[in-house]
């Protein structure tokens, strides 16, 4: 992609109006290249976040044993 830097006059003309977007071609075209697509380093680990229903909750055991047994069946 190249980018074409323009004096601040040039710039100004833009305000109020519809400007192109240059990036819309490749991604209609399905060249787009997004985070998801790049390959997955060998012991990348991966986190969620579960909110929970009960706002004033107190939470008192989790249990990771799944969690372990799936990171052993990784590596």
């Given amino acids: 992609m190249t980018v074409h830097l323009q004096p601040a006059e040039a710039r100004r ?3 109020g109006q519809a400007v ?3 990036e ?3 991604l209609l075209k399905g060249l787009g ?3 998801d697509d790049l390959p997955t ?6 986190a969620a976040i579960l ?3 009960l706002p004033h909750a107190e939470i008192v055991a989790i ?3 799944a969690a372990r047994r799936q990171r052993r069946a990784q590596d």
Avoid: C, M, Q, W
């Fill in 13 to 15: 003309n833009y305000v």
């Fill in 20 to 22: 192109p977007r240059v």
């Fill in 24 to 26: 819309n071609a490749p």
């Fill in 33 to 35: 290249r997004f985070v």
């Fill in 41 to 46: 380093p060998k012991g990348t680990l991966h």
């Fill in 51 to 53: 909110r929970s229903p």
């Fill in 63 to 65: 249990d990771i044993e």
